[in-house]
T-cell receptor, first 116, second 115 residues
Framework: GAVVSQHPSRVICKSGTSVKIECRSL??????MFWYRQFPKQSLMLMAT?????????EQGVEKDKFLINHASLTLSTLTVTSAHPEDSSFYIC????????????FGSGTRLTVV | AQSVTQLDSQVPVFEEAPVELRCNYS??????LFWYVQYPNQGLQLLLK??????LVKGINGFEAEFNKSQTSFHLRKPSVHISDTAEYFC?????????????FGKGTRLSVIA
């Protein structure tokens, strides 16, 4: 079945630094990638949607200059949290969609980001 | 636009008892419904989905759900729960089978199975 590999699973960084999270589709072409964040004991909130080769579309209230999304290939999308602050600490999850039989939603395993 | 309401934030149930987790949706277009389970610090695992056809959908781990269009519901059921079913459960809706329409999630229901 369709698999999305998300790395790292956990990261701790200092305030003011940047962190990159990668999501790779291993056995299908991810034409669309969705990025979600999840605060403790809360639901998944959509941050942005990206189509391969295009700029990402961000949800209202999400700072595009802070959360940089790159989807330059059909198998790789990255989310970079720039100048991270403690309030950015959260669980980030990607979800990929392809075409045809890969048209369902395939989730990565998530990244726990802690900013200290 | 689609939205999902999960009516119960927490559901405690004794081991081997039946359980129902409730989900109601709102959509102005065709609707595709999903249930996911999330264990602590992990991603989401798909339990089952309704795209079309039979309104009774069977999923993994003994779960099933019934799509009820007149009541706009998609409740999740299991006849006998195990301790290992303790987790967070999310109902989600999408307006398309493919393409760049994201999943919209409910707030989740915490299922706690008591020995």
């Amino acid at each position: 079945g369709a698999v999305v590999s998300q790395h790292p699973s956990r990261v701790i960084c200092k305030s003011g630094t940047s962190v990159k999270i990668e999501c790779r589709s291993l056995d299908f072409q991810a034409t669309t990638m969705f990025w979600y964040r999840q605060f403790p004991k809360q639901s998944l909130m959509l941050m942005a949607t990206s189509n391969e080769g295009s700029k990402a579309t961000y949800e209202q209230g999400v700072e595009k200059d802070k959360f940089l999304i790159n989807h330059a290939s059909l198998t790789l999308s990255t989310l970079t949290v720039t100048s991270a602050h403690p309030e950015d600490s959260s669980f980030y999850i990607c979800s990929a969609r392809g075409t045809g039989r890969a048209g369902g939603y395939t989730f990565g395993s998530g990244t726990r980001l802690t900013v200290v | 636009a689609q939205s999902v309401t999960q009516l119960d934030s927490q559901v405690p149930v004794f081991e081997e008892a039946p359980v129902e987790l409730r989900c109601n949706y709102s959509s102005s277009v065709s609707v595709y419904l999903f249930w996911y389970v999330q264990y602590p610090n992990q991603g989401l695992q798909l339990l089952l989905k309704y795209l079309s056809g039979s309104t009774l959908v069977k999923g993994i781990n003994g779960f099933e759900a019934e799509f009820n269009k007149s009541q706009t519901s998609f409740h999740l059921r299991k006849p006998s729960v195990h301790i290992s079913d303790t987790a967070e459960y999310f109902c989600a809706v999408s307006g398309s089978k493919q393409g760049n329409t994201p999943l919209v999630f409910g707030k989740g229901t915490r299922l706690s199975v008591i020995a």
